[in-house]
């Protein structure tokens, strides 16, 4: 039976999300395919063995666990715990960045998700712009600002209109997103987001639907249909994830004809490619009330919760919550193997 290792929890502030996600893949894995371990990181950078994923939003300090880089290993105590597989549940930094993707690749294990690369380069909304524009993909016009910047919301304004869009560059869930249409917003707007990053962006606002695909594969790639996202109010952390969330998925999206169907599709493949991503996506995108497609972010590690719009869309698709998380794992083992001729030395 293939060993599993559920890696959750993290040091970002979408650790209480991982859990989520975490909790859902565990329930609905497959018992009769796979055994399942559990490891939670906790806000310090400490990894603990857990019997279940706790459901609150904190990791209690015990069970430390070791990593043991050459045995593809976990210690506990005087105990060995051999793994075949990591299904890395992290959102944010140090999580879907590549840091825990290149921890991953050292210990020569496999693992679900994009690759060191494609993790990095579809984090930093900064890069992964810059790449999309290089093929033609359509993304918002924006500016990156350091801390040093000067820029003022008016000059911003005057470049891209109001109201504007304040972001991290590296961060996902909503966390530090605004939307601002006066100076002292935008201030406000910058000293939150710089809480979470170095580099913030700041983007027009696109007007039109937020619509959303889910990808999955290494060379031959599955694109879903589109599923759109209605929400009464700005889609912030809050709104995405609160129990009184008035959001609704609508999947397959309503009033997309075939052509632009398979353009949305397409689309979602090109950004998937570009940045170098594997295994699993979701791209968010927008689509204007003239039918332009602009794409916003690509997540290598989507929400796995009740409510995400990942796993719906495949189960639109015809494949089930269960079936989903077996044939990601798979693809893990699948990419590890075919990296595992690969040369180590120089002779």
């Given at each position: ?56 939003t904190n990791i209690e300090a015990n069970n430390k ?86 820029k003022t919301f008016e000059e911003l304004k005057s ?189």
């Amino acid at each position: 039976m293939t060993t599993v290792l559920i890696l959750c929890g993290g040091q970002s502030p979408e650790h209480e999300i991982s859990l989520r996600s975490a909790r859902n893949i565990v329930e609905t894995l497959d018992k009769d395919l796979f055994k399942l371990i559990i490891v939670g990181i906790d806000h310090e950078g400490n990894w603990h063995l857990l019997d279940n994923v706790p459901e609150g939003t904190n990791i209690e300090a015990n069970n430390k666990v070791l990593i043991d880089p050459g045995t593809n290993s976990l210690i506990h105590g005087s105990n060995t715990i051999s793994i075949d597989v990591v299904f890395p549940v992290l959102h944010g930094p140090n999580g879907e960045d590549g840091a825990v993707q290149g921890l991953l690749t050292m210990l020569d294990v496999p693992y679900v998700g994009a690759d060191v690369l494609g993790s990095a380069a579809a984090m930093d909304k900064d890069i992964a712009k810059i790449l999309m524009t290089a093929v033609g993909i359509n993304v918002a016009r924006g500016i990156t600002l350091r801390p040093t910047s000067t820029k003022t919301f008016e000059e911003l304004k005057s470049e891209m209109g109001s109201p504007l869009f304040v972001k991290p560059a590296n961060m996902g869930s909503s966390v530090g997103v605004h939307k601002v249409s006066t100076a002292g917003e935008f201030q406000s707007a910058l000293n939150d987001a710089f809480r979470f990053d170095t580099k913030v962006l700041v983007e027009e606002a696109i007007i039109g639907r937020e619509i959303e695909c889910a990808v999955i594969g290494i060379k031959d790639i599955r694109v879903t249909a589109p599923g759109e996202i209605k929400s009464s109010e700005e889609y912030s952390f809050e709104e995405k994830y609160s129990d009184s969330s008035e959001t609704q998925l609508d999947i397959p999206a309503e009033g997309i004809n075939e052509k632009l169907r398979i353009e949305i599709q397409e689309t979602a493949a090109v950004a998937f490619k570009t940045l170098q991503c594997s295994i699993m996506a979701r791209v968010d995108m927008f689509l204007s009330d003239e039918k332009k497609i602009y794409v916003n972010e690509i997540n290598t590690i989507p929400g796995f919760t009740s409510i995400s719009m990942y796993p719906k869309l495949w189960e639109y698709e015809g494949l089930s919550y269960t079936e989903l998380i077996t044939k990601l794992l798979e693809l893990a083992i699948e990419r590890h193997e075919a990296r595992g001729g690969l040369r180590k030395t120089r002779l």
